[in-house]
């Protein structure tokens, strides 16, 4: 059982510390809108994603600079094969767990993804598919779970660094549909990340959900274009039907039920199987 000293100093540091990650990232992205409306260029999407990204990730790697190496400070260590199995598991029984909190939002908000989809997508899927799927799983990881979540583990007991730091990558987001199953996943990225011991774990699991999505939506942009509407239209139309959002809501409510039990499971046995890898680790030292 925990019984880790709640360190309320250093807490509220590390909040601080957020805030500023935002601000920075705000800044940089208003740095290029300024840039945008005097010069007439027009930055694709993944420029704008690396003008908020790069700066919020100066500030964590600065506050971390005295913590070691770059890959011992951000939680980088190898993992075996079956625990990489074992990861694509998880990702697979708490999908559901994503799939019940974004409907859960959409009772009050739109689905954000698709009511933005053909802007996110722009002119070149291949590069949506590049920034959702590889360098927002990996760089929000270091964000999140190599800096924020690290940091807050070693000040406050495990529970309530994995909630505030699945809290604050729901913040990060900035919208309220992603908010709601961000911050689920974080608490999940948070337990798998200490079950196998390594940031690879959320990223992996990161990696399989964005990519899973972003193909997704370059479909049903495609697929709406072609109808003459788009994925907004038709998903707000479906959201308006209040009994058939109740329906789907009970239905994957369910689902979540059994999938939080499947990923409390899976998590278990990722440690068990990172327990059983260390003798042999040791000895190979």
């Excluded at 337990?191 to 999505?213: C, E, K």
């Excluded at 509407?229 to 009970?250: F, P």
């Excluded at 059994?258 to 409390?264: E, Y």
């Amino acid at each position: 059982m925990e019984n880790k000293v709640f360190n309320k100093k250093e807490f509220f540091a590390i909040l601080a510390i957020f805030v500023l990650v935002i601000i920075a990232g705000i800044s940089g992205s208003l740095v290029l809108g300024v840039v945008a409306a005097f010069t007439g260029i027009i930055f694709p999407g993944i420029v704008t994603y690396l003008g908020f990204l790069i700066p919020a990730l100066a500030i964590v790697i600065a506050f971390n600079r005295k913590e070691g190496s770059f890959l011992q400070a951000f939680g980088f260590k190898p993992i075996s094969w079956k625990i990489v199995l074992l990861t694509v598991l998880l990702t697979v029984v708490s999908y559901p767990i994503v799939l019940f909190m974004d409907l859960l939002s959409q009772l009050f908000v739109p689905n954000i993804i698709a009511s933005t989809a053909e802007s996110l997508v722009g002119s070149s899927s291949v590069i949506f598919i590049l920034q959702a799927a590889l360098i927002a799983p990996i760089c929000e990881e270091i964000l999140m779970r190599g800096f924020f979540q690290n940091r807050l583990a070693k000040v406050c007991p495990f529970i309530v660094a994995s909630i505030v730091s699945g809290f604050l990558f729901g913040a990060f987001h900035m919208n309220l549909n992603q908010f709601c199953y961000a911050w689920v996943l974080g608490i999940i990225f948070a337990y798998a990340n200490r079950a196998s011991g390594s940031i690879f774990t959320s990223i992996i699991m990161h990696v399989l959900i964005n990519t899973y999505g972003a193909i997704t939506t370059v479909i049903e942009v495609a697929r709406y274009s072609a109808m003459g509407t788009t994925w907004g239209e038709v998903a707000e139309k479906e959201r308006a039907d209040s009994s058939n959002m109740i329906r789907y809501i009970i239905i994957y409510g369910i689902l979540s039920i059994a999938s939080v039990i499947l990923t409390q499971l899976v998590t278990k046995k990722i440690a068990e199987q990172r327990i059983k890898e260390a003798p042999a680790k040791e000895q190979a030292a």
